[in-house]
């Protein structure tokens, strides 16, 4: 009679355990100085199995805040966009990876839709797609060159490498992708100044990376491709609609196509004057 019982207990507890249960999703977010955005960022990741924070030995609040969201909390010395995101993937100890920017949230829609991917067809993809919507200016950029921006930020931990220049890393899967349609909130630049001050850093940044890929400076690049950036920013991508504001945000994208090769072309000129002095 016992034995029949316990036949009996073990269906109903198997007919009561979940079909489908959700893949387990890690959080994954690299900082440095973000006391003012850090917190509605980790907030936002609530739901998540797990978070994972790489700070870069931050002199502000940012240590303090994040160990209230996560123990999961490590510093080590900036190493680059690349290495210091593939970094916290390594430390990831969940299926699914979640790669988010300490000045992105994810809104409670894409969190939903994230969920319900997952847990339909996560056995089919190896990474999602997300579209980023950013907020600048006072304004949801839904026009001109930022969106949708589609950006692999889900995937699948065990399936992802790291590949990309800087200051534009990305994630390669082995497997297929598919886009979400939500977009990830991103709180881009506090201001012009903070904007420009960006623009000057990642110029010099992709400059130097060209450099060290061999690529030369042409004259041509430095005449045509800010106005191609122009172009795409105002005109192909509306931005016009959004008025001086549209305006001011493919200025800005046509300067900073310009610094990077007219940085490129220092960066040559530089090398010529070594070797001139090496040979007298």
């Given at each position: 009679?016992?034995?029949q ?5 073990e ?10 249960a959700?893949?387990e999703?890690c ?24 978070i ?6 931050s ?19 900036w ?15 969940k299926?699914?990876?979640?790669m988010?920017d300490?000045?992105e ?18 056995e ?10 950013v ?11 930022w969106y949708?921006?589609?950006?692999i ?18 994630i390669i ?10 977009p ?10 903070d904007?420009?001050?960006r ?34 920013s ?5 931005g ?37 002095q090496?040979?007298?």
């Amino acid at each position: 009679m016992s034995d029949q019982r316990t036949g009996i207990e073990e269906a109903m507890a198997l007919s009561e355990a979940p079909t489908n249960a959700r893949p387990e999703v890690c959080a994954i977010v690299v900082c440095f100085n973000e006391e003012q955005r850090i917190g509605a960022c980790l907030d936002s990741l609530r739901w998540c199995d797990e978070i994972v924070v790489v700070d870069s030995f931050s002199t502000d609040r940012t240590p303090e805040i994040c160990r209230n969201y996560t123990d999961r909390f490590f510093q080590r010395p900036w190493s680059g966009y690349r290495d210091q995101k593939a970094h916290a993937h390594s430390l990831a100890t969940k299926d699914w990876v979640l790669m988010i920017d300490a000045d992105e949230r994810v809104s409670a829609h894409l969190r939903q839709e994230i969920l319900d991917a997952l847990q339909r067809d996560g056995e089919k993809y190896a990474g999602y797609s997300v579209p980023r919507l950013v907020h600048y200016l006072g304004r949801w950029w839904w026009r001109g060159e930022w969106y949708p921006d589609y950006d692999i930020r889900l995937f699948r931990r065990e399936r992802a490498t790291w590949a990309g220049t800087e200051p534009h890393e990305k994630i390669i899967v082995d497997g297929k992708v598919r886009r979400l349609k939500h977009p990830l909130e991103h709180f881009t630049y506090r201001s012009m100044d903070d904007h420009f001050q960006r623009l000057n850093r990642y110029s010099s940044i992709s400059a130097n990376e060209n450099r060290k890929a061999g690529r030369r400076w042409r004259l041509s690049d430095a005449l045509l491709r800010p106005w191609v950036r122009f172009v795409r920013s105002y005109i192909i991508k509306r931005g016009f609609m959004e008025g001086f504001a549209g305006f001011y945000v493919a200025v800005a994208s046509a300067v900073y196509v310009f610094l990077k090769y007219a940085k490129l072309w220092e960066l040559e000129l530089e090398e010529k004057r070594k070797v001139h002095q090496r040979r007298t």
